[in-house]
């Protein structure tokens, strides 16, 4: 049977879209329902941060990374305040790199159930987004006790956290893992199992091992295609060689490895993980000491450069920072995990449905505010 | 009480038989029209509730001030209605003008003169035809058409895309639910739709009541695939790909806005009663009662074909709040080599049945 050829149809998938995770425009090439060509259109949301964080003083930056990367802020203040305390030689107490890494981990199952929640919605199943919502909630709650933000919390700073943990923090967050831990089984249940999710997922938009590491994709996406990549494993920051988690991988459960399903996956397997780390970290964690004892009065790196990488949510989160030796950063880039992850979405969706375009996107789980930044 | 029953009531009926028969279509339409309108509402608030069960939230329950304010958020559907009929109609500048407005009536029609042969009770159908059955699956896909104009007269990406799938989707879905139909009319040896039902008074294996869906394992299946079709039909999750507002924004419906795309809105609640209507009556005895010989006045018959018919309207609505979205390419395969070859051999079984057993 031969293969109609007809026109080609452009169709303007966002800035204003249900699902484009924010304002992104793909200019979609169709024939029908086919999709042959993918152009991401980025830019809208960009602010200027690199440049802003230039006019800054090293304190002033920190607000610029949480609004890099909203869902994850935590992890963003973390790469950064670990990139300055290199490039400083700052040693913080043991206290404060057991807060960061419990904030961090928190954040990082926030960040998880947005991502699965969404995606949950791009494949058009709605309740198991208003559940993993619900559980979200219950982490900027702790967050919101903590910093007083439930959002943007620009908490970490260089040399310690802008306040200590409240009183019954650690019950608090033990409560709220006893609480989370089995409602994992309820989103497989009603989410990564069923029957028409697999459908859509499994085998959809597979993304190899060797194309996602030519395109620089890190995190979930590329544990997703088997590769067992993870900066807390690879080159430990902070506290992290102490803690004992697995790195889970996309193995095609269900389909090919590598594909949306995967990818989706590592991701619920991930928070358990999390959820092993932050139970160590609560049992270790100093009970006192004072979390701003390593704060310099005023930052002043000496002259030079440093690349620090940590793992966020998303990937493989780098910042590059020059400094003059003046209060103000020479250069500040930001290596950003998702605009590699939106870069290989032409790559791997070529050739699918319409809606699988959607549902690829989703898997990637990109955030505009840190691509544009 | 049907529209000849009010013809032959008219004083006039003899020297005016076209105004008679107007009046009487008249006084039929009108509590008909009342009825979706009530009905939607209700299901509206319905689906409001059992999807905030679902979802662990509470759903309306009546704070702020005005018509929200009421009781348990009794009055959010009367609010929403409202806010739809004040909203501003925008005809796009460069739509079709005549097709995009005659388009949600259109898609209105179709769900709504299928209600003209639903058998609500013994006594209450408006016009019992000896091609029941027939009408209702005729002019139900009539709102296909309207579909295609209002994504063709949009003169948008997104309603075409819609359109097309919509007209796709329903077209393929008419034939499973048109050979599961045939299973029943094979044993009822009518397409009246009283004739069906009264065809399932009684018992069968001597304590089940007679409803076809009981009759024999073929029934039985024949009942789940117009069910799950007739979900495809109406639109509904995991079937509503062509309005599924994570990739086609609202497909069709996508530039209506205000009373006009209320009119889509009803059309798809009006269509799911059709659906669970026919479901209902052809599946599940209609106004029978579950224990034959009791509660089977004609009141009695009202109260079971809307308890009935409101079970599987709640099913649906479980569905859509369940389930995720198919994607249009396994819509179709699901129809073509799922749905349609069963429903085939079901034919066959249910004759077989017939000449061997019944």
Redesign the interface.
């Known amino acids: 049977m031969g293969v109609v050829q007809g026109d080609q149809?452009v169709?303007n998938i966002g800035p204003q879209?249900?699902?484009t995770h924010g304002v992104l425009r793909l200019k979609v090439a169709t024939d029908g329902?086919i999709v042959s060509d993918i152009v991401p259109v980025i830019g809208y949301l960009h602010r200027c941060f690199e440049k802003h964080c230039e006019n800054s003083t090293y304190e002033q930056v920190i607000p610029f990374t949480d609004r890099c990367d909203y869902i994850a802020s935590m992890n963003n203040n973390f790469g950064y305040v670990v990139a300055m305390e290199d490039l400083m030689e700052i040693k913080v107490p043991e206290r404060v790199e057991y807060i960061r890494v419990i904030m961090a981990e928190l954040n990082r199952i926030a960040s998880h159930l947005l991502a699965l929640g969404v995606y949950?919605?791009?494949?058009?199943?709605?309740?198991p987004f208003?559940?993993m919502f619900?559980d979200r909630e219950r982490i900027l709650d702790i967050f919101e006790l903590t910093c007083g933000a439930r959002l943007l919390y620009n908490y970490m700073w260089v040399g310690g956290v802008s306040h200590d943990l409240p009183v019954g923090f650690v019950e608090t967050v033990y409560n709220f893992l006893d609480y989370f831990e089995p409602k994992v089984q309820e989103y497989n249940d009603?989410?990564t199992y069923?029957k028409?999710?697999i459908?859509?997922t499994a085998d959809v938009g597979v993304l190899l091992p060797e194309v996602a590491i030519s395109f620089g994709v890190s995190g979930p996406n590329l544990r997703g295609s088997g590769v067992k990549w993870d900066i807390r494993k690879e080159e430990p920051y902070s506290i992290y060689e102490r803690f004992d988690f697995d790195v889970p991988i996309g193995q095609g459960l269900v389909g090919t490895t590598g594909d949306c399903w995967d990818r989706f996956h590592v991701r619920m397997l991930e928070m358990i993980e999390s959820t092993k780390i932050i139970r160590q970290a609560l049992k270790d964690i100093p009970t006192n000491g004072d979390v701003h004892q390593a704060l310099p009065k005023k930052i002043r790196p000496p002259k030079g450069s440093i690349y620090r990488r940590t793992e966020s949510p998303r990937g493989d989160l780098g910042y590059y920072i020059i400094s003059d030796g003046s209060p103000q950063p020479y250069r500040l880039k930001m290596r950003s995990p998702a605009f590699t992850a939106l870069s290989v979405l032409n790559e791997i969706s070529r050739g699918w449905?319409?809606?699988?375009v959607?549902a690829v996107l989703g898997s990637l789980d990109i955030v505009l505010g840190e691509i544009d930044r | 009480m049907t529209v000849d029953q009010l013809i032959d009531w008219f004083p006039i009926s003899a020297t005016w038989p076209g105004l008679t028969f107007l009046l009487a279509v008249l006084i039929c339409a009108v509590p008909v029209f009342l009825f979706i309108a009530v009905y939607a509402l209700v299901v509206i608030y319905g689906e409001l509730k059992i999807s905030s069960f679902m979802q662990d939230k509470v759903g309306p329950m009546g704070q702020g001030v005005g018509l929200h304010a009421w009781r348990w958020g009794l009055l959010q559907p009367i609010a929403d209605a409202l806010k739809l009929i004040l909203k501003e109609d925008i005809i796009p500048a460069a739509a079709d003008k005549k097709l995009f407005i005659l388009a949600p009536f259109i898609v209105f029609i179709g769900a709504f003169i299928a209600f003209s042969a639903l058998p609500f009770s013994q006594t209450l159908i408006i016009a019992d035809m000896n091609i029941g059955v027939f009408y209702i699956l005729a002019v139900s896909s009539l709102g296909v058409i309207g579909l295609i104009m209002a994504g063709w007269s949009s003169n948008n990406k997104w309603s075409l895309y819609g359109a097309m799938r919509s007209a796709a989707q329903i077209i393929s879905y008419e034939i499973p639910v048109a050979l599961s139909i045939i299973a029943v009319i094979m044993l009822t040896s009518t397409m009246s739709m009283q004739g069906i039902i009264q065809y399932q008074s009684g018992l069968i294996w001597g304590f089940l009541p007679n409803w076809l869906i009981f009759n024999n394992p073929f029934t039985f299946v024949a009942f789940f695939i117009f069910f799950i079709s007739g979900i495809a039909e109406c639109n509904r999750t995991p079937f509503d790909i062509p309005e599924a507002e994570s990739e086609l924004v609202a497909g069709a419906f996508t530039e209506y806005s205000g009373m006009r795309y209320a009119f889509f809105f009803l059309s798809e609640y009006a269509n799911m009663f059709v659906v669970a209507g026919v479901a209902a009556t052809a599946f599940l005895g209609g106004w029978q009662s579950p224990i034959p010989g009791l509660f089977n006045s004609p009141a009695w018959g009202l109260w079971w074909f809307m308890s009935k018919t409101m079970f599987l309207i709640f099913v649906m609505i479980w569905f859509r709040w369940t389930f995720p979205r198919l994607r249009v390419d396994q819509l179709m395969s699901v129809c073509w080599k799922g749905f349609t070859p069963i429903a085939l051999v079901n034919i066959f079984g249910v004759g077989i049945w017939y000449l061997t057993l019944g």
């Open positions: 149809m169709l879209h249900p699902s329902e949950g919605l791009d494949v058009g199943a709605f309740t208003l559940y619900r009603i989410l069923n028409i999710f459908e859509r449905m319409l809606s699988d959607i």
